[in-house]
C-alpha cells in the first residue's frame, strides 16, 4: 500500500540567504551601504520548475490509483460502469439477481456483483433504495468468504469545500459500511476512506460529471 | 467614535491639505466605487535589474487593490531619482504620487531606493532603501511591503510565503507536489512529491513549518514538515478522518478534524505531549477548523443546521454550545482568520466564492468573481486573500483577490493544476 513518497529538502535557500526583514529603512538616516550583501552562496533545489513535462489535466480515465491490488470497480465489462446517470447500474441486473454469489461473478458484468459503485445525490450521504440489491450481493459474498477484506473508498464532487467534502464522503462510506453490518458484515472486514473531491472520476464542471463523481466504491482485494 | 470622525474628517479635506507634512501615515479611503490611489512611476534607473525590481514592486501593489498606475505619458518629462518637480507636470495623469527608483551597485549586488513624491506639492514625501538580498525579488517585495504601509498605515504582506499542491498525469501515473513560494507565486520549490493526494496545507508561526494531510498510506494523515530541512514527522494518523490542520499562534497547538470517535469533530492536539482535547459534540459534520486571533475561539464549518454554516466555540475543553457566525448564503465554509478579518467559501446563486467578514460588526461581502472558489486563505496583514479558482479550460489556478474586492490576480505557477493553497505568517528570516 505504501506508495512512492519523496521528500526532499528545500535547502538553505528560504533560510541561510534571507536577511532581516527589517531591512528596509527609510532614509532620513541610511546607514551607509554595502555592509549587508549576502556572501553565502545559494544552494537551491529548483524543484519546481523542471519538472512540468508531461502535465496532465486531472483523471482521465476512471482509474484510480489505490486500485493497485484491488479489483477496478469500474473495469467489470462493458455494463459495469454507471454510464451518465447516476444510479443507472444497479436496475439492469434484476434479471442476473440469483447468479451465483461467488468471487468469480465480480468479473461477470451480468451479476450485480459486478456493480461496486454507489451513487449519491448532492451533498446527502443516504443510499438510494435502487442499490439495495447490489448491497446486499456483495453482504452475501462477503459472508462467503469472511477472510476478504473490502475498502469502501468514499467520494465527493467538487463544488462546496475540500475538507467539507473529505468528511461528507466520509459518511458516504459509513452509510454503504452501516448498510452491510446490517446484514451481518463484520466491521473488520471493511475498511473505510473519504476521498473528497480529490480524485474525481470526470473532471468536467457539470451536473453528468459531478453525479459520477458522488459516489462510493466497493474495493475486492486482486 | 471620535477616531471614526476624525478618520472620516481626514478623508473629505482637500488631498492638499491633509498630505503637506511629510510625517503623516497617510489612511486610504476604502469606500466608494474605485477607490485606489492614482500613482505614477518613472522608468527606475540603472540596469536590467532596475526594470525588474520595478516590475515587482507595480504587481505587488497593484495586487492589494489599494493603487491603480496610470501610465507615464511620452511627452512629460520627469526628472532623474533626487531631482526636482514642478506638480504641474503630471496634473493631466490625475496621479497623485510618483514613484521614482534606483539600484546602487554595491559589489555584485544592489541596493534598491524609492522615493515617494506628492504630486500635488511636488515634494518628496518619504524615501526607502532596501538592502540586497540573494533572492533578488525579495529586495522589490520588501520595498512594496514599505510602500504599502507608508500608505495604508498596515504591514505589507507581499514578502511572505504561500504553499500549494500542484497535481497532474491520471489514473496509475497521478502525482501530487507539495510546494513553497513566493506569494505571487515565484520560485516554486518542491516539498513532497506523493501518488496520492496530498491536501490542506498550513503554515506554522514563523513559516518554518508546514502541516498538510497525505494519503500516502491509503488513509488520511497529518503531518508536519520542517521546510529549510525536509525533516518531517507524523502528528495524527488515527482511524478515519485526520485532516484540517490550523496552527495556533505559538505553534504549540494545532486544531484538527478527526472521525477517530466516529464523526467528524473539532479536537485540539498538543504538539508537545500528543494530548488531545475534543471540542465539539454533534452527529453533523464538524471540520475546517480556524483560530481567532486571540487564540480562545475556534471557528469552524458544521451542517449541525442542514447545511455547512460557520460556528465559533471556545478552544478549552468543555467549551460549550457553539455559536452559528454566518446567516447569509446557502453555505459558508473553510474559514481563515486574521486579525479581525475572516474569509470564507460562501455559495450564493449556485456560485461557490470568497467572502470576507469583519468580525466586529459580522458584515460581509462577496470579494472573488468564480463560480468554483475554494480553499481561502488570508494575507497576514488581513488585505487580501489567496484562494483557488478556475482558470483557461476549468484548469485550477491560484488567485489573489484584494479584501475591496476591487482586484482579482491569477498567479503565477509552472503547474497546470494547483489547489490548497495557504499563506504564510509574515517572515522573520
Given at each position: 500500500?505504501?506508495?512512492?513518497?519523496?521528500?526532499?529538502?528545500?535547502?538553505?535557500?528560504?533560510?541561510?540567504?534571507?536577511?532581516?526583514?527589517?531591512?528596509?529603512?527609510?532614509?532620513?538616516?541610511?546607514?551607509?551601504?554595502?555592509?549587508?550583501?549576502?556572501?553565502?552562496?545559494?544552494?537551491?533545489?529548483?524543484?519546481?520548475?523542471?519538472?512540468?513535462?508531461?502535465?496532465?489535466?486531472?483523471?482521465?480515465?476512471?482509474?484510480?490509483?489505490?486500485?493497485?491490488?484491488?479489483?477496478?470497480?469500474?473495469?467489470?465489462?462493458?455494463?459495469?460502469?454507471?454510464?451518465?446517470?447516476?444510479?443507472?447500474?444497479?436496475?439492469?441486473?434484476?434479471?442476473?439477481?440469483?447468479?451465483?454469489?461467488?468471487?468469480?461473478?465480480?468479473?461477470?458484468?451480468?451479476?450485480?456483483?459486478?456493480?461496486?459503485?454507489?451513487?449519491?445525490?448532492?451533498?446527502?450521504?443516504?443510499?438510494?433504495?435502487?442499490?439495495?440489491?447490489?448491497?446486499?450481493?456483495?453482504?452475501?459474498?462477503?459472508?462467503?468468504?469472511?477472510?476478504?477484506?473490502?475498502?469502501?473508498?468514499?467520494?465527493?464532487?467538487?463544488?462546496?469545500?475540500?475538507?467539507?467534502?473529505?468528511?461528507?464522503?466520509?459518511?458516504?462510506?459509513?452509510?454503504?459500511?452501516?448498510?452491510?453490518?446490517?446484514?451481518?458484515?463484520?466491521?473488520?472486514?471493511?475498511?473505510?476512506?473519504?476521498?473528497?473531491?480529490?480524485?474525481?472520476?470526470?473532471?468536467?464542471?457539470?451536473?453528468?460529471?459531478?453525479?459520477?463523481?458522488?459516489?462510493?466504491?466497493?474495493?475486492?482485494?486482486? | 467614535?471620535?477616531?471614526?470622525?476624525?478618520?472620516?474628517?481626514?478623508?473629505?479635506?482637500?488631498l492638499v491639505?491633509?498630505f503637506?507634512?511629510?510625517?503623516?501615515?497617510l489612511?486610504i479611503d476604502?469606500?466608494g466605487e474605485d477607490a485606489r490611489l492614482k500613482l505614477v512611476m518613472a522608468p527606475f534607473e540603472g540596469d536590467q535589474r532596475a526594470r525588474q525590481m520595478q516590475t515587482v514592486i507595480r504587481d505587488d501593489l497593484k495586487r492589494s487593490g489599494q493603487f491603480s498606475f496610470v501610465a507615464l505619458p511620452k511627452t512629460i518629462y520627469i526628472s532623474p531619482f533626487g531631482g526636482s518637480l514642478n506638480p504641474q507636470t503630471l496634473k493631466p495623469t490625475g496621479a497623485e504620487f510618483l514613484l521614482r527608483g534606483k539600484t546602487?551597485?554595491?559589489?555584485?549586488?544592489?541596493?534598491l531606493e524609492v522615493e515617494i513624491i506628492d504630486m500635488n506639492n511636488g515634494r518628496k514625501l518619504t524615501g526607502f532603501?532596501?538592502?540586497?538580498?540573494?533572492?533578488?525579488r525579495?529586495?522589490a517585495h520588501?520595498t512594496a511591503?514599505a510602500i504599502y504601509?507608508q500608505f495604508t498605515?498596515?504591514?505589507g504582506?507581499f514578502?511572505?510565503?504561500?504553499?500549494?499542491?500542484?497535481?497532474?498525469?491520471?489514473?496509475?501515473?497521478?502525482?501530487?507536489?507539495?510546494?513553497?513560494?513566493?506569494?505571487d507565486?515565484?520560485?516554486?520549490?518542491?516539498?513532497?512529491?506523493?501518488?496520492?493526494?496530498?491536501?490542506?496545507?498550513?503554515?506554522?508561526?514563523?513559516?518554518?513549518?508546514?502541516?498538510?494531510?497525505?494519503?500516502?498510506?491509503?488513509?488520511?494523515?497529518?503531518?508536519?514538515?520542517?521546510?529549510?530541512?525536509?525533516?518531517?514527522?507524523?502528528?495524527?494518523?488515527?482511524?478515519?478522518?485526520?485532516?484540517?490542520?490550523?496552527?495556533?499562534?505559538?505553534?504549540?497547538?494545532?486544531?484538527?478534524?478527526?472521525?477517530?470517535?466516529?464523526?467528524?469533530?473539532?479536537?485540539?492536539?498538543?504538539?508537545?505531549?500528543?494530548?488531545?482535547?475534543?471540542?465539539?459534540?454533534?452527529?453533523?459534520?464538524?471540520?475546517?477548523?480556524?483560530?481567532?486571533?486571540?487564540?480562545?475561539?475556534?471557528?469552524?464549518?458544521?451542517?449541525?443546521?442542514?447545511?455547512?454554516?460557520?460556528?465559533?466555540?471556545?478552544?478549552?475543553?468543555?467549551?460549550?454550545?457553539?455559536?452559528?457566525?454566518?446567516?447569509?448564503?446557502?453555505?459558508?465554509?473553510?474559514?481563515?482568520?486574521?486579525?479581525?478579518?475572516?474569509?470564507?467559501?460562501?455559495?450564493?446563486?449556485?456560485?461557490?466564492?470568497?467572502?470576507?467578514?469583519?468580525?466586529?460588526?459580522?458584515?460581509?461581502?462577496?470579494?472573488?468573481?468564480?463560480?468554483?472558489?475554494?480553499?481561502?486563505?488570508?494575507?497576514?496583514?488581513?488585505?487580501?486573500?489567496?484562494?483557488?479558482?478556475?482558470?483557461?479550460?476549468?484548469?485550477?489556478?491560484?488567485?489573489v483577490?484584494s479584501?475591496n474586492?476591487l482586484e482579482k490576480s491569477v498567479l503565477h505557477?509552472?503547474?497546470?493544476?494547483?489547489?490548497?493553497?495557504?499563506?504564510?505568517?509574515?517572515?522573520?528570516?
Amino acid at each position: 500500500m505504501m506508495k512512492h513518497l519523496s521528500v526532499m529538502a528545500i535547502a538553505s535557500a528560504l533560510f541561510m540567504t534571507a536577511c532581516s526583514t527589517q531591512n528596509v529603512s527609510r532614509d532620513n538616516n541610511i546607514p551607509e551601504a554595502g555592509s549587508s550583501v549576502a556572501t553565502s552562496t545559494m544552494n537551491s533545489q529548483q524543484g519546481g520548475a523542471g519538472s512540468t513535462s508531461g502535465l496532465n489535466n486531472g483523471v482521465g480515465g476512471g482509474v484510480s490509483n489505490t486500485g493497485a491490488g484491488y479489483y477496478n470497480p469500474h473495469g467489470a465489462g462493458a455494463g459495469a460502469g454507471a454510464g451518465a446517470g447516476a444510479g443507472a447500474g444497479a436496475g439492469a441486473g434484476a434479471a442476473n439477481a440469483n447468479a451465483a454469489i461467488t468471487l468469480e461473478n465480480l468479473k461477470n458484468p451480468r451479476s450485480p456483483l459486478s456493480k461496486r459503485i454507489i451513487y449519491f445525490e448532492y451533498n446527502k450521504a443516504s443510499i438510494k433504495p435502487e442499490y439495495q440489491q447490489v448491497l446486499n450481493a456483495h453482504a452475501k459474498l462477503l459472508k462467503q468468504y469472511p477472510n476478504i477484506q473490502i475498502r469502501l473508498e468514499g467520494h465527493a464532487d467538487e463544488r462546496g469545500t475540500r475538507e467539507y467534502n473529505v468528511a461528507l464522503s466520509e459518511q458516504r462510506a459509513k452509510t454503504v459500511e452501516w448498510h452491510l453490518k446490517s446484514q451481518g458484515i463484520a466491521g473488520s472486514q471493511m475498511e473505510i476512506v473519504g476521498y473528497g473531491e480529490e480524485k474525481p472520476i470526470r473532471v468536467n464542471s457539470n451536473e453528468e460529471s459531478w453525479a459520477e463523481n458522488r459516489r462510493v466504491e466497493i474495493r475486492y482485494p486482486r | 467614535m471620535k477616531k471614526l470622525l476624525q478618520l472620516t474628517l481626514l478623508l473629505l479635506l482637500p488631498l492638499v491639505a491633509s498630505f503637506t507634512h511629510a510625517d503623516i501615515d497617510l489612511v486610504i479611503d476604502k469606500s466608494g466605487e474605485d477607490a485606489r490611489l492614482k500613482l505614477v512611476m518613472a522608468p527606475f534607473e540603472g540596469d536590467q535589474r532596475a526594470r525588474q525590481m520595478q516590475t515587482v514592486i507595480r504587481d505587488d501593489l497593484k495586487r492589494s487593490g489599494q493603487f491603480s498606475f496610470v501610465a507615464l505619458p511620452k511627452t512629460i518629462y520627469i526628472s532623474p531619482f533626487g531631482g526636482s518637480l514642478n506638480p504641474q507636470t503630471l496634473k493631466p495623469t490625475g496621479a497623485e504620487f510618483l514613484l521614482r527608483g534606483k539600484t546602487v551597485p554595491i559589489g555584485q549586488g544592489f541596493n534598491l531606493e524609492v522615493e515617494i513624491i506628492d504630486m500635488n506639492n511636488g515634494r518628496k514625501l518619504t524615501g526607502f532603501r532596501t538592502n540586497y538580498h540573494q533572492k533578488q525579488r525579495r529586495i522589490a517585495h520588501q520595498t512594496a511591503d514599505a510602500i504599502y504601509k507608508q500608505f495604508t498605515g498596515v504591514r505589507g504582506a507581499f514578502d511572505t510565503r504561500i504553499a500549494y499542491v500542484a497535481s497532474q498525469g491520471a489514473g496509475e501515473n497521478r502525482s501530487f507536489k507539495l510546494i513553497v513560494a513566493d506569494a505571487d507565486g515565484h520560485d516554486p520549490q518542491t516539498l513532497v512529491t506523493s501518488h496520492e493526494p496530498i491536501m490542506s496545507t498550513a503554515w506554522g508561526p514563523q513559516a518554518r513549518r508546514i502541516a498538510y494531510v497525505s494519503f500516502e498510506s491509503g488513509r488520511p494523515a497529518v503531518f508536519i514538515q520542517d521546510v529549510m530541512t525536509g525533516e518531517r514527522r507524523t502528528v495524527s494518523a488515527r482511524r478515519g478522518i485526520n485532516g484540517s490542520p490550523a496552527w495556533s499562534k505559538n505553534g504549540r497547538q494545532l486544531a484538527l478534524s478527526l472521525s477517530v470517535e466516529g464523526n467528524p469533530e473539532i479536537y485540539i492536539l498538543n504538539l508537545a505531549d500528543g494530548n488531545l482535547t475534543r471540542l465539539t459534540h454533534s452527529r453533523a459534520i464538524d471540520t475546517e477548523p480556524s483560530w481567532t486571533a486571540d487564540g480562545r475561539s475556534i471557528v469552524f464549518t458544521s451542517d449541525r443546521g442542514g447545511n455547512p454554516q460557520l460556528y465559533k466555540i471556545s478552544a478549552n475543553a468543555n467549551a460549550g454550545k457553539p455559536q452559528r457566525l454566518t446567516f447569509e448564503g446557502k453555505y459558508n465554509s473553510a474559514p481563515s482568520i486574521q486579525g479581525q478579518k475572516m474569509a470564507m467559501i460562501r455559495q450564493q446563486g449556485g456560485k461557490f466564492q470568497v467572502a470576507l467578514m469583519d468580525l466586529t460588526n459580522r458584515a460581509s461581502e462577496v470579494i472573488s468573481r468564480g463560480s468554483l472558489d475554494e480553499s481561502p486563505s488570508i494575507a497576514p496583514n488581513g488585505g487580501m486573500v489567496l484562494y483557488e479558482t478556475r482558470g483557461i479550460a476549468r484548469k485550477h489556478v491560484l488567485a489573489v483577490a484584494s479584501g475591496n474586492g476591487l482586484e482579482k490576480s491569477v498567479l503565477h505557477s509552472p503547474y497546470q493544476n494547483v489547489g490548497h493553497p495557504s499563506w504564510s505568517p509574515f517572515l522573520y528570516h
